[in-house]
């Protein structure tokens, strides 16, 4: 089966930019979706598709790919984005695999 | 608005079945696929498998049942094991225009707690 692969944790100053990568073959033919999870709570979808975002999202939030590499940019990070967060694609076979997570912590 | 309310919390032994129950309301519930997604106590989220109008793909010891009158989903999971205890969450699969197939609606989660 599909494997899609996170950094475990990254941290980043309060205002500042980070970047959340995922990585994995089925990227090269779907495009990753990003979900945010924080304690206790059901993950929110906050890009799909190619970069776009539900309504209610942020616009610091936004998505790119290339390759086998998708990847998540938080600009200019706020406290409430201490998260963590998944990718999500589906492969050929018709089955979804989610990345191993990343812990994000907003210094 | 949409909502996707769960069952509540299972504490089972080790070899039972539970049954976990996804009612979903505020949209057309047979224009939607439904997804089953778990995540074991400190860990990621693993995708179960997927319904849909005509079909369904799950593995193992998975069963999943619709009902229309009721809007609502079942997923049955049996012979349970304490590797089975986790969070259970069903997730709605979104238009492509406003999700691009994405998982745009998210159940509470119910924990199921497998112990002896």
């Known amino acids: 089966s599909s494997e899609l692969t996170q950094d475990p944790a990254v941290s980043v100053a309060l205002g500042q930019t980070v970047r959340i990568t995922c990585q994995g073959d089925s990227l090269r033919s779907f495009y990753a979706s990003w979900y945010q999870q924080k304690p206790g709570q059901a993950p929110v979808l906050v890009i799909y598709?190619?970069?776009n975002r539900p309504s209610g999202i942020p616009d610091r939030f936004s998505g790119s790919s290339s390759g086998n590499t998708a990847s998540l940019t938080i600009t200019g990070a706020q406290a409430e984005d201490e998260s963590d967060y998944y990718c999500n694609s589906r492969d050929n076979s018709g089955d979804h695999v989610f990345g191993t997570g990343t812990k994000v912590t907003v210094l | 608005q949409v909502q996707l309310v769960q069952s509540g919390a299972e504490v089972k032994k080790p070899g039972a079945s539970v049954k976990v129950s996804c009612r979903a309301s505020g949209y057309t519930f047979t224009n939607y696929y439904i997804h089953w997604v778990r995540q074991a106590p400190g860990q990621g989220l693993e995708w179960m498998g997927i319904?849909?109008p005509s079909s369904q793909k799950f593995q193992g010891r998975v069963t999943v049942t619709r009902d229309t009158s009721t809007s609502t989903v079942y997923m049955e999971l049996t012979s349970l094991r304490s590797e089975d205890t986790a969070v259970y969450y069903c997730a709605r699969e979104g238009d492509y225009d406003t999700s691009g197939y994405s998982f745009d609606y998210w159940g509470q989660g119910t924990l199921v707690t497998v112990s002896s």
């Open positions: 598709g190619k970069n």
């Open positions: 319904i849909n």
